[in-house]
């Protein structure tokens, strides 16, 4: 079972190398990934001897394939439906989708449940693409293999399958990724540039393989090279150069410190482009009605451990509770008891990383104990969020 392990890590601006956790057990070689990726890449060195001859166009394509691509991929796979950090619009959703596919990288279900995987046990033997496994495996090595996760059915799915916009991709995702992958751009290359191949080969392909690597960077790079700033339990990284890279993502240590807020990029001089979009749609239009922001106190006091200093709330005085009667007096109420003492969680469940199903078992006051610290990792962010929501201390 997956404990609460030692976690050994080095100073939040050197560059080590990852010792967290065990190894990933690899499962059968997955021959159709192994074999389309290194045909991918194949194509990719045919560009020097085939290259563009329409100039321009030819890289305007490329270029713009490649950044719609990331940004299906960052808005919306990750920031949206990995995360729930903001609401959209079913038009928004739509889109997003559509050009998800141009990551071509799976569908919305396989990506995020596997990256929930990720977050929920981060450097463990259960994350998909550990850092503990190496810096090959956590960027391409993971794909090669047909792993069995024993943990991923404990992740949330239910938002997921209640999506219709999900649904749909995931059903289609193969057409859906031959039209936007193969065919318009072969199509764009026939009427637009100098024949098919090139736009094949320069809008198709190339991006393809451009948009891989810029998401691998994340699970392996942005795990070895930068700056803890907000939270040393886990071997993520701050680093700009990434970030300039991913649209933001490569702000990877804020981002595991607190995965639901939709800024990667906490300060205003953070290089995130996938918040200021959509900041923008939250504010100038009706496509994100709503977006999560984590409040200053509780970045600041993760701030504050991450350099040594401790800022954790002192224990207030809280009402006491007789064990006999937290039934009587929390029967149908979002509260829950954790290690003795009560949890008030209603504002907070719809937001849980781990799902509001978890929560709701517990409401009425029963006691989750056993789910709070054998199910997951909470990380010090995690636990000082949860001395704002405690309201009382259970005596027998």
Known sequence: MCTEESIKLAPSNRVTSPTVGAPQPKGD???SNALGFLAAHFFVLLSWWYPAVSGWKTYTLLLFNWQVGMYGITIGYHRLWSHRSFTASTPLRIFLAGIGT??????????????RLHHRYTDTESDPYSAANGLFFSHVGW????????????VQKEDLDSDPV??????YFLELVFLTCVALPTAMGHFWLDGAWEGLLYGGIIPRVMTWHCTFLINSMAHYIGRQEYTIEVTARGNLLLAMLTQGEGNHNFHHAFPSDYRNGFKSTDWDPTKWIIALMHTFTSLVPSVHTTPDREVERAKSRAIGRDNGQAERDLPRVDLSEVSALYEGKPVIVIQGFLYDVGEFASRHP????????????????????????HTLQAR??????????IIS
């Open 166 to 171: 999900v649904a749909f991709q995931h059903r």
């Open 29 to 31: 070689i997955w021959w």
């Open 143 to 154: 794909i090669f293999y047909k792993t069995k996760y024993p943990k991923l059915p404990l």
């Open 354 to 377: 781990g799902g509001a199903a978890l929560l709701e078992r517990g409401y009425g006051g029963k006691d989750l104990s056993g789910l709070f610290e054998k199910l997951n990792r």
């Open 102 to 115: 141009l990551g071509f990288q799976g569908s919305i279900r396989w990506w995020v449940v596997r990256h």
């Open 384 to 393: 000082d969020l949860m001395m704002e929501m405690k309201i009382g201390q």
